[in-house]
Every structure is written in structure tokens, then in C-alpha cells.
């Protein structure tokens, strides 16, 4: 009998499906996964087999009997590949390999002092070959590279504007194809980090939340009902260009009062070069050991910085009435002393029936969360193309 192009597809689907529920739940048997996704239990036995076929699948010993032959437990084979994540911050690249199910095997973190183009490439490809060396026995190996770039990314890949970097207009992934496979995913690192947080961290168990990423900039990734909302041109997000103050500082988008001029790191360091005249500009780490010593103008600042955040917080609940908001990137390494000015003011300018059910949160992958977002993308596209899997 001839398959026709309606049957593979509708196949396709059914075999992705099928992966997707051995992920979810494993271990668990061929009737499981039968009962689970409504599908007869021979069609389960091919699907599951060519999974086993294509190393993604794994059988284990038998599981608890419901009364006649025990069922053997299908296991997703996270070690079949590998993939790489990468976030480019200004002040350096962290690139973490990673298996199929995200645990991070290798990291890296190279500085960063010229961010041309060129150089950032060459810096992107040698990191991969470090972390590609001498990898476990796999029969995918690497499955593709995502990457973190703090900018707007528009829908085909491209790099439209990274203002920290000086980069305008740079097809990253056109650069890296080749080589490296056509696997290759360019996303904002906020939007990364919201899919990092989502899978893998704080967010697992939300459907509607915020990942804010406050580090020189403040950006976020908005999740709606589990998807990341991407806008129009791929260029949702930008909450750090909210204007909350109307005759406010100049910010570097060339608008006044932006929420990043008054609640950055960016913001909490000039003003701490401000009281703190005449020395080198401190930097964060310098300024957060002040404030834990007690130092009473850093804590004040501090204070400042966490209600300026609330402001800006308390207009996203409103709008979005989310389920989380998760504090990422580099500020939230400061989340404990900003944490009470910031949620007293969220509940002081947030409407009450809006903020009833959010929680606020600081991110769990700490400052990998762009990196294991990005890894992830190249695995989601590897785990739902059929063509691979086959
Ligand atoms: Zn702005």
C-alpha cells in the first residue's frame, strides 16, 4: 500500500508525540504511553521501536505488572547527543555543552574585550572546538548550537542591532553554518533565558511568566500559555525601554526616563560612582560586598534600585497578570538585598486581584540561563524533525 504525504505527516506527528510523552513521564511502558496520548497499542510498538532504532529511545528492566506479563519501561536516551549554548555578555562568552535533557556536561567562559564581529566569531568557533574535544561515545554527537546575543534578533536569524556589542545587521548564523551543521539558533539572550528558566528552572511548572534579565540593560522573555510570545518582528520584550519617568535620565535608545536608566546595573553603578567619587567606577561584585558589610549608602542605593524595579514590575503584573516573574542575569546576584524594597512596591502600584496569584522568584540556573535556553533550541528542533530521527 502507498503512504501518501497526509499519512507520513500525520506519522511524523505521531512519532514526535510519542518521544515527547517518553520524555515527559519516563519510565513507563508501551501501554502507557498508549493510554496516554489515545493512540492503539501497535501503532505505539511500531513508532516506539523506530525510536529505539534511532538510539532515542531505550529499553529497561520490566516495570510493576497490573496483572499479566510484566511491561518492559522505555527510558528517552538523554546521551544519544549533545548540543551547545552559548550567551555572549558584553564582558565575556559562557558556552555550556549540555546533553538532551539540558544537564550541562562542559563549560567555558572566555573574555571578552573586542566585540567585533569577526573576533566574536572566532572566539564562538574555537570555544565550541574546546568543548567538542574528546566527547563521550554518542551516535548523534553534536546536534546543533544556539546562541544568546544581547539585541534584537529578528525572525529570520539575523542580528538587526546589539548597541553593547556595536553590532548592526550581523547573520551569525550565516556565518557559522558550514561547519558547524545548519542546526544553528540566534535568539535575544533574554528570550534564551526565559526558555532556559522555563525548561529547565524556575519556570517548569508555569505556564504564563516573566523572565526579566536586568544586567547593563533590563530586557525580558514573556512565556504565555507555555510558548514564547515573540511579537510581530521577533521583537518582544524590550520592557527595559518602558518609559516610567516622563522628563527622567536620557537613555541610550535616545528616550528619556526608560525603566533601565533607574533600575540597571548600569543604573545602580553610575549612581554608585556618583557617592562615590574620584576612585576607579566600583564594580558590582566591589559595591554588593560593601552592601553586605552593612554600608549603609550601598544599602540605601540598593533600596532605591529594588522599588525603581518594582515600578516597572508592578505595570507588567498589570498588563500581563502573570503566574511568575523570574529575576535573572546579573542583578539577581544582588536579589537578597534589593528582594523587600522591590516586593513592596509591587504590592503597593500593582491591582490586587492581578498580582493575587504571581510569585516573584530569583532564576534557578543563576547565570546559565541564556546558555542552557539557547542549547535547548537546537535540541527541540532535533527532537521534532522526523528526518533526524529517522
Ligand atoms: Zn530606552
Redo the contacts with the bound molecule.
Keep these: 500500500m502507498k503512504i501518501t504525504g497526509d499519512q507520513q505527516l500525520i506519522k511524523k506527528m505521531n512519532k514526535s508525540i510519542v518521544l515527547d510523552t517518553i520524555r515527559q513521564r519516563q519510565p513507563l511502558s508501551r501501554a502507557d504511553i498508549a493510554a496516554g496520548i489515545g493512540l492503539n497499542k501497535a501503532t505505539v510498538s511500531s513508532l516506539v521501536s523506530e525510536l529505539i532504532n534511532s538510539n532515542l529511545v531505550t529499553e529497561i528492566g520490566p516495570g510493576e505488572s497490573s496483572g499479566g506479563r510484566k511491561p518492559t519501561l522505555l527510558l528517552f536516551n538523554k546521551s544519544a547527543g549533545f548540543a551547545i549554548g552559548v550567551d555572549i555578555r558584553v564582558s565575556d562568552l559562557l558556552a555550556v555543552l549540555v546533553d538532551l535533557e539540558g544537564n550541562v556536561i562542559r563549560e567555558k567562559s572566555v573574555p571578552l574585550s573586542d566585540f567585533s564581529p569577526e573576533i566574536v566569531l572566532d572566539q564562538i568557533r574555537k570555544t565550541i572546538s574546546l568543548l567538542s574535544r574528546k566527547l563521550p561515545e554518542s551516535p548523534y554527537g553534536i546536534i546543533g548550537i544556539g546562541i544568546g546575543v544581547p539585541g534584537l534578533v529578528d525572525e529570520k536569524s539575523n542580528v538587526v542591532s546589539a548597541p553593547n556589542l556595536g553590532w548592526e545587521h550581523v547573520d551569525l548564523a550565516g556565518a557559522l553554518a558550514g561547519d558547524l551543521g545548519d542546526n544553528i539558533h540566534i535568539d535575544n539572550e533574554a528570550n534564551a533565558g526565559a526558555i532556559g528558566e522555563k525548561l529547565y528552572g524556575a519556570g517548569r511548572d508555569s505556564l504564563n511568566l516573566i523572565y526579566l534579565s536586568i544586567g547593563v540593560g533590563i530586557g525580558s522573555g514573556i512565556i504565555v500559555g507555555g510558548a514564547l510570545y515573540r511579537g510581530t518582528s521577533n521583537f518582544s520584550g524590550e520592557v527595559?525601554?518602558m518609559t516610567v519617568a516622563e522628563n527622567g535620565p536620557l537613555?541610550?535608545?535616545?528616550?528619556r526616563g526608560?525603566w533601565?536608566?533607574l533600575a540597571s546595573e548600569k543604573a545602580l553603578l553610575d549612581r554608585a560612582a556618583a557617592i562615590w567619587p574620584g576612585d576607579d567606577a566600583p564594580d558590582l561584585e566591589d559595591f554588593l560586598k560593601a552592601a553586605k558589610q552593612g554600608d549603609e549608602e550601598a544599602v540605601n542605593l540598593l533600596n532605591e534600585i529594588g522599588s525603581q524595579l518594582g515600578v516597572g514590575l508592578a505595570n507588567l503584573v498589570n498588563i500581563l497578570n502573570p503566574e511568575l516573574i523570574v529575576i535573572g542575569n546579573r542583578l539577581s546576584l544582588a536579589g537578597e538585598l534589593f528582594e523587600d524594597a522591590m516586593l513592596r512596591t509591587i504590592k503597593s502600584r500593582s491591582l490586587s486581584y492581578h498580582r493575587k496569584k504571581t510569585h516573584v522568584d530569583f532564576a534557578k540556573l543563576g547565570i546559565r540561563s541564556t546558555a542552557l535556553g539557547a542549547a535547548s533550541m537546537p535540541i527541540t528542533t532535533f527532537l521534532t524533525d522526523p528526518d533526524i530521527n529517522i
Excluded at 537613555?251 to 528616550?255: E, I, K, L, Q, T
Design positions: 527595559g525601554h537613555c541610550r535608545c535616545g528616550n526608560c533601565e536608566t
